[in-house]
Structures are given as C-alpha cells and as structure tokens.
C-alpha cells in the first residue's frame, strides 16, 4: 500500500522534474545570444538542453503511464490483483524513468549550467565562466560518486535479500524432504 510520505515523495519527484525541465527551456529560448559565441559551444548547449528537455519528458511519460496503475493496485486489498498488475512487470521501465529523471537529469542540468555560464559570459568574462566550470565541476564528481556508492549499497541489499530468500527456501526444502522420508518410513 501506499503511504502518504510515499506520495510526498512522488509529489516531489514530479515537482523537480518539473522545474529541471522548465529551467532548460528557459535557458534555451530565453538566453541572448551575443556575435562571437563559438559554434561548438552553442551547438553543446543546444543539445544538452534538448536531451535533458527529452530525458524528463520520457520520464514523466512513463511515470504518468504506470503511477494511476500503482495507485489503483494500492487500494485494492485483493493478494490476486497485486500479483496480476503489469507494474510489477514493468518495473524495468519504472527504474528507467527514475534513473533518466534522477541520475542523467541532474548530470545534463549541470552541465547545462556550465554551458550556460559559457554561452553568456565567453564575450565579456572568460575568468567568469571558467569560474563556473571550476565550481560546477567537483559537484559533478560528488553526484556521480555519491550514485554509485548508493547503487552499489541498493545492489548489495538486494543481494543479500536474496541470499536469505534462498537460504529460507533451501531450509524448507530439506524441511519437507524430511517430512516425506517420515511419512515413507510410516
């Protein structure tokens, strides 16, 4: 079932998505654009901002396609609907959706601000913008650091989740073995 801290958290979710994705379209139609920006740098700002504008859209399409489904479920209190909901089957594009939303959209949002800063300041401040690469970078190193040590920690749990899943079930196999060889033995 669903809790309401889980929905806070869905509120969430949809809410930066939301502002990620309307902070890049912003940039994107309402940066001025002075004579002299290098082409190469416009064409790097152009496509970051088209792929993070398109990464929170598939995101948000797959998020608004499945969540009423899981909604649905949740109310439900029937074991047999929960086993038959096509979420659960999903779940390789519910984790798509968050890891497009969460991991690639923040690492395209901050390189879009790098970019950004380039584009507006690469004719009046070099210092400026490098400035801001300078500081955009170690966050970029601690996001990326950070989502693998918090992937390894999730990968891990399930592992071991695992390992115990199969230790119960291997326990009540050799327990039911036993229970047949008595019931022979009788």
Not at 42 to 58: C, D, E, G, K, P
Not at 101 to 113: K, N, Q, R, V
Not at 133 to 147: C, E, N, R, S, Y
Request: aromatic letters at 8%; hydrophobic letters at 50%.
């Amino acid at each position: 079932m669903i809790s309401s801290c889980d929905c806070r958290q869905k509120v969430y979710l949809k809410t930066t998505q939301n502002a990620k994705t309307g902070l890049s379209q912003v940039a994107m139609v309402e940066v001025q654009i002075e004579e002299g920006v290098p082409d190469g740098l416009l064409v790097a700002f152009s496509v970051t901002t088209t792929l993070l504008v398109a990464i929170h859209m598939l995101a948000l399409l797959i998020s608004t396609c499945i969540l009423p489904n899981i909604e649905a479920i949740s109310n439900v209190h029937n074991v047999n609907a929960i086993n038959e909901s096509p979420h659960d089957r999903m779940h390789w594009y519910i984790e798509a959706a968050w890891a497009f939303s969460t991991g690639i959209g923040i690492l395209l949002f901050i390189a879009e601000i790098a970019l950004l800063c380039w584009v507006k300041f690469f004719k009046h401040s070099y210092n400026a913008a490098l400035a801001s690469t300078v500081l955009i970078a170690p966050v970029m190193v601690i996001f990326v650091a950070f989502a693998i040590h918090f992937y390894r920690k999730l990968v891990s749990h399930k592992y071991e989740r695992s390992n115990k899943n199969i230790e119960e079930l291997e326990n009540m196999a050799s327990q039911l073995e036993e229970n047949h060889h008595r019931i022979q033995i009788v």
